[in-house]
């Protein structure tokens, strides 16, 4: 689980690099590539949640308001006061931040059920807000014309080109995350997951670590909102509702929290259920996702990237 192998990375890397050309060839699948914008976005999410939950043992189903507020703060300040997005993107992870660290320091003195609750409540709330803030966020009907992104010049106005904008930074987060995940605060988050009370007794600082990676994934969740904003170039609340938070915990659950990998295996293949595979339940489409949920709590509870360990494990049994 904690092992770092660069091959699958680079094996992984190639493969997103060269997909847009290979999906450009095949009609049936050139469509794929907007759908794995979508699932970067949601790896950027994951990642952070893999860490804090899989990680540091806590329960959050308010993250979709993070990716609420960096979406919003994005499009508010580029819409209405034409601010640069780089610096408003900027900009809005640093507030975000500053939120979670406000939301965070008195939930996550509470434990299990109650601090998912907590973190429930603080979703609702938010997507109150922008429903009724209708001067300032639109209210339920959204905002428009959000400006797209560019460089020098260099717009990212293609969907192969916003791919690559999205899937670098997917590939940089998570290299530092893994590398995050070796580090001393990698260990103390693994023991306060074990035991919180056996973790403090050798000098953890449970709240301090716990804060920094709610913080740390709330900023991630935030960053991946402002790229949403800025390639649909239009945004309303029903994107950041429950459900959303709920599908998040689904996407780790299915990759497998404890396991980096995971959120990335969870995210691509929730992506695609969404957009391509389930378009045909339409209102059941909540019933297929409950029923992935409850197969893998009781039959692979480790998630996807858990079961080639399992199947090495049983081979050496065997042996």
């Known amino acids: 689980m904690l092992k770092f192998s660069r091959i699958p990375v680079l ?22 590539t907007d759908i794995l914008v ?55 992870t640093l507030f975000t931040s500053i939120i979670a660290g ?22 609702i709330i938010v997507v109150i807000i922008f429903n009724e803030e209708i001067e300032i966020t639109g209210g339920p009907d959204g905002l428009t014309r959000i400006p ?22 997917v590939l940089a987060i998570f290299l530092f995350t893994a590398n995050l995940i070796q580090s001393s605060i990698g260990r103390a ?31 991630l969740a935030s960053l991946a909102g402002s790229l949403y904003a800025h390639y649909l170039k239009f945004i309303n609340p029903s994107t950041f509702n429950i459900f959303f938070g709920i599908k998040l915990l ?29 378009q045909y339940f339409e209102e059941l489409e909540i019933l297929v996702y409950g029923g992935i949920l409850l197969v893998f709590t009781v039959f692979a509870p480790g998630g996807l990237a858990a079961i080639p360990h399992m199947i090495l494990e049983k081979v050496r049994t065997r042996k």
């Open 250 to 278: 689904i996407m780790i659950a299915l990759g497998g929290m404890h396991f980096l990998w995971g959120s990335i295996i969870g995210a691509i293949i929730i992506s695609f259920l969404s957009y391509e595979w389930l």
């Open 189 to 219: 988050l693994r023991a306060l997951h074990s035991s919180e009370s056996a973790a403090m007794a050798m000098g953890v600082d449970a709240a301090k670590y716990k804060l920094l990676v709610f913080i740390y994934s709330a900023a």
């Open 11 to 32: 094996i992984f890397s190639v493969a997103i690099l060269l997909f847009p050309s290979i999906a450009q060839l095949v009609p049936a699948i050139s469509h794929y």
């Open 102 to 123: 406000a939301v965070g320091w008195p939930a996550l003195k509470l434990k299990g059920h109650y601090l998912a609750m907590a973190t429930l409540a603080f979703g």
């Open 38 to 92: 979508f699932a970067g976005l949601y790896c950027l999410i994951t990642i952070g949640l893999s860490l804090l939950m899989g990680y540091a043992g806590q329960i959050s189903l308010g993250h979709a308001a993070f990716f609420g507020l960096g979406a919003y703060f994005s499009a508010v300040l580029t819409t209405r006061y034409g601010w640069n997005p780089w610096m408003v993107m900027v900009a809005g």
């Open 148 to 169: 797209g992104l560019k460089i020098m010049g260099f717009a990212f106005n293609t969907v192969e080109r916003y791919y690559y904008l999205v899937w670098v930074l």
